[in-house]
């Protein structure tokens, strides 16, 4: 099982990207997906989330700008990011929790994408 991401790049302030990840492998449920990102020199955090039943949650300096999409079917999410500043210049990352055919959960991270925004 693994994550692919993809959709990353140099734009400017107030620009737009779409971010992509998608999960492939012998899948039987997907139980979390996410978007994370790490700016250099600065901790991991959740941009985006779905969790199981709930509601997307976004990250406040996210919100009114990201919107996050799940497709299930696809085993896929999106990050459409607009207004794009440059403190959200970071690599990307997926994660998801997954459980395969055999019945094992996983924690899955894609191998992250770079976004670059420039004043």
């Known amino acids: 099982v693994q994550l692919q991401a993809s959709g990353g790049g140099l734009v400017q302030t107030g620009g737009s990207l779409r971010l992509s990840c998608a999960a492939s492998?012998?899948?039987?449920?997907?139980?979390?997906m996410g978007w994370y990102r790490q700016a250099p020199g600065k901790q991991r955090e959740s941009v985006a989330a779905f969790p199981s039943g709930g509601k997307t949650r976004y990250v406040d300096s996210a919100k009114g700008r990201f919107t996050a999409s799940r497709d299930n079917v696809k085993n896929a999410m999106y990050l459409q990011m607009t207004s794009l500043k440059p403190e959200d210049t970071a690599v990307y990352l997926c994660?998801?929790?997954?459980?395969?055919?055999?019945?094992?959960?996983?924690?899955?991270w894609g191998q992250g994408t770079q976004v670059t925004v420039s004043s």
């Open positions: 492998g012998r899948i039987r449920s997907i139980n979390f």
């Open positions: 994660y998801a929790i997954i459980t395969d055919l055999t019945g094992a959960t996983m924690n899955a």
